[in-house]
C-alpha cells in the first residue's frame, strides 16, 4: 500500500518490479531525489527475486533537512519452512542497514525513514487475535525480536506512537470472512523514523476503507503529516 509522507518533496520514481505482484517505490515531487539501495548488492546477490524481499531508497531534500527515505517490502515467511529462513536472513540484514542509516543521517544532520508492508505484528496490540496466532509467521517472537531491537533507542513507530495504546489501529486484513468487517486485522504496516524526524510528525492517519465493498487493498495506506 501506498506510505504517504506530505511536507517532504517528491517526483514519480520508477520501482524495481519483478514478474509478480510485489513491488516498491518512491513518488516524489521534485527531481532533486537521489537514487540509492539499501542493501546496495546484497539485494540482488543474496535476496532471490522469488523471495520477495525488495527495497527502494532515495535522498530528498526537504523543509526539515535532508530525508532518507527507504521503501521497504518483507514478505509473510511461513514458519519452519525455507521461506522463514529466507525472512529472517532479510530481518538480520535490516538490523544492520537500519543502524547505518541512522549514522549517515546524523552525520549529515538529516534523517530518515523507513516505510513498507513489514509482515509483522510487533506487539499483541497490533494484532486482534494474538493468542490464536502465536507460533505463526508475522507473529514470531523471534521476528518481534528485531523491532524491540530497531526501537529501543534510535528509531521511532510512528504509527504506534500517533495511534495511543491499542489495540489497533490496524492497516491489514484478510478478504476471508468477516475480519473486515469486525476489525480482526494487523498492524503490519509501518514508518520507522529516525528520532528527529518523529519529533517533528504532528499525525499519523491510517486510510482504512470505509466499507468491504469500497476497499480497494486488503492493506489501508499509512499516512504522516510533517511540519
Not at 516498491?24 to 548488492?41: I, K, N, P, T, Y
Not at 536472513?89 to 549529515?108: G, T, Y
Amino acid at each position: 500500500p501506498p506510505h504517504r509522507t506530505r511536507s517532504i518533496p517528491a517526483m514519480a520514481l520508477p520501482s524495481f518490479i519483478l514478474d509478480r505482484r510485489e513491488a516498491v517505490a518512491a513518488l516524489c515531487r521534485r527531481r532533486h531525489a537521489r537514487r540509492l539501495e539499501l542493501f546496495g548488492s546484497a539485494t540482488r546477490a543474496d535476496f532471490a527475486p522469488e523471495r520477495s524481499e525488495l527495497d527502494f531508497l532515495v535522498d530528498l531534500p526537504s523543509d526539515l533537512g535532508p530525508v532518507t527515505v527507504a521503501s521497504v517490502y518483507v514478505h509473510s515467511g511461513e514458519a519452519d519452512t525455507p521461506r522463514q529462513v529466507d525472512k529472517y536472513a532479510f530481518l538480520d540484514a535490516m538490523d544492520q542497514r537500519l543502524e547505518s542509516l541512522r549514522r549517515s543521517a546524523a552525520r549529515r544532520k538529516g534523517h530518515a525513514i523507513v516505510c513498507g508492508d513489514l509482515n509483522v505484528a510487533h506487539r499483541e496490540v497490533d494484532i486482534k487475535n494474538w493468542k490464536g496466532n502465536r507460533g505463526k509467521a508475522g507473529f514470531l517472537e523471534e521476528e518481534r525480536a528485531h523491532f524491540d531491537t530497531w526501537l529501543a533507542k534510535h528509531w521511532v513507530d510512528l504509527g504506534r506512537a500517533h495511534g495511543g495504546d491499542g489495540p489497533g489501529p490496524y492497516t491489514w486484513w484478510s478478504w476471508r470472512g468477516q475480519a473486515f468487517d469486525v476489525d480482526s486485522g494487523w498492524r503490519i504496516d509501518y514508518l520507522l523514523a529516525t528520532t528527529g524526524l518523529s519529533a517533528a510528525c504532528r499525525s499519523v492517519t491510517i486510510g482504512r476503507a470505509a466499507s468491504y465493498a469500497e476497499r480497494w487493498s486488503d492493506h489501508a495506506p499509512v499516512m504522516a503529516d510533517f511540519a
